[in-house]
């Protein structure tokens, strides 16, 4: 008998890049599952599989967890020096971070997880104008 996740509760899949692939992991019923893929929509793809799999539970809906990595993959258009600056970070240390040179301490995390946060705040407030056509 299928189970489907709890009171809408989202399942956390916490991904990482490594070895040229994402890698991501969940933990259902106690039980870790884990497994690796080229793109993001194929890695929920097979984390949700395997899950109804070992489980017999359906994901409705992953919430996502990135290492920085896997961040800056996933949202390239993102400037890793800009975003550096607005969390008070030296712009090398970050690219550090970012190729898995480094390693951040939780508090660092929660840094730049705040600077993305205000970027996205102040995204929302972004008006463009729409010209209007000019005749001859």
Request: charged share 30%; aromatic share 8%.
């Amino acid at each position: 008998m299928k189970q489907e996740t709890s009171n809408n509760k989202k399942t956390q899949l916490i991904v990482e890049k490594a070895d040229g692939e994402l890698w991501g992991r969940v933990k259902v019923k106690g039980n870790l599952i884990v497994d690796s893929a080229k793109t993001l929509e194929a890695l929920k793809k097979k984390i949700a599989n395997l899950v109804y799999e070992f489980e017999e539970v359906q994901v409705g809906e992953f919430e996502i967890s990135y290492d920085l990595t896997s961040f800056f993959e996933e949202y390239s258009f993102l400037n890793i020096s800009d975003l550096a600056k607005r969390a008070g970070i030296n712009p090398t240390l970050m690219r550090q971070y970012v190729s898995g040179n480094k390693y951040p301490s939780e508090e660092r995390v929660q840094e730049i997880e705040n600077a993305v946060k205000a970027i996205g705040k102040e995204l929302t407030r972004v008006k463009l104008h729409k010209p209007q056509r000019q005749l001859a």
